[in-house]
């Protein structure tokens, strides 16, 4: 319909719009012809899984499902097919798998190693420091929520995001 009335882009949506990431993929390859178009259903097929990986594991930061690994695994793969390779080291980060995301900086952002490094040690002290001290500053170990009540819900939630 979109496709035969000359508006492939407009088809790419509707296909995300069902999740039917393949269709939407496929279009944008063969007819649409734009890279970026292309990057951003493989983006927006990435969130998908993660926030699907997510729900089932209760939504929390800390994903502790049987099929994570293989989830996270599809989820790096079509980042790095998108060239999004910050957004794969950023969701590594936020759900707390540092050393994937420090192999994925070293393999494909080495310039971004040092920094990466060095954020993971303050973490591990502030994780230190949570176990040592308590529940101090507002802060629990358990559930690493912070004052705003929303801690790292709001930031994992939102690490995959499609461009407008």
Not at 5 to 29: G, S, W
Not at 89 to 113: F, S
Request: one cysteine or more; hydrophobic letters at 40%.
């Amino acid at each position: 319909m979109f496709i035969e009335a000359n508006k492939p882009k407009e088809a790419v949506v509707m296909y995300l719009h069902a999740n039917a990431f393949d269709e939407a993929l496929r279009v944008a390859e063969e007819v649409v012809e734009d890279e970026e178009v292309v990057k951003d259903v493989l983006t927006a097929n990435a969130r998908f899984l993660f926030e699907r990986e997510r729900a089932r594991s209760g939504g929390g930061d800390k994903l502790n499902s049987s099929s994570l690994s293989m989830t996270l695994s599809k989820v790096e793969s079509l980042l790095l097919r998108a060239g999004r390779i910050e957004v794969a080291i950023r969701l590594y980060k936020d759900v707390g798998l540092w050393n994937e995301a420090v192999r994925v900086c070293e393999q494909y952002a080495p310039q971004l190693t040092d920094s990466l490094k060095r954020e993971m040690i303050a973490e591990a002290r502030d994780i230190n420091a949570e176990v040592y001290f308590g529940d101090e500053g507002g802060r629990s170990v358990g559930n690493r929520r912070d004052d705003s009540g929303g801690g790292r819900s709001k930031r994992s939630s939102s690490i995959i995001q499609v461009r407008s």
